[in-house]
């Protein structure tokens, strides 16, 4: 059975869980680190990748399902979330769609990952390795 936790950075089109991208680009920038993000696909489910620092950007609705879905599978260890890294919080990035600053805060549930959403677009971005957090997170 293939492991879908190899690191993603050996293929620049495997993302995180599973989630592959033909490298056709979307024309937002990775409000990470600047690089041109490229349409993406998780099970069903669309999201905008970056190539570069593997950083995931999801509508909200979408995001719910891909999160609770992930969750539900409940094939990969849970883990007991490391503490949240409190400089995480002062990154201060902007969304690539409207410009405006992006919300950074802790996901609301277990796993004490960072993510950044922009409310007026609905979009949330996740920086490499936040959404395996989410998932592994023990709890509910
Ligand atoms: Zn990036
Ligand atoms: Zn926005």
């Known amino acids: 059975m293939p492991d879908s936790r190899v690191p993603a950075t050996s293929d620049p089109q495997a993302f995180e869980l599973g989630g592959t991208s033909q490298l056709r680009q979307c024309g937002i920038p990775c409000p990470a680190c600047r690089a041109e993000m490229v349409f993406c696909e998780l099970g069903t489910n669309e999201f905008a990748g970056c190539v570069s620092c593997k950083g995931m950007m999801f509508q909200q609705p979408v995001f719910a399902r891909v999160s609770q879905r992930l969750r539900n599978q409940a094939q990969l260890p849970k883990l007991i979330p490391s503490p949240m890294d409190a400089r995480e919080l002062k990154v201060r990035r902007r969304c690539p769609t409207c410009g405006g600053r992006l919300e950074t805060h802790a996901f609301c549930g ?22 395996t957090k989410l998932v592994q997170a023990a709890g509910k």
Not at 111 to 116: E, L, S, V, Y
């Open 110 to 131: 277990p796993g004490n990952a960072i993510i950044d959403t922009c409310f007026p677009c609905g979009v949330i971005f996740l920086d490499a390795g936040e959404l």
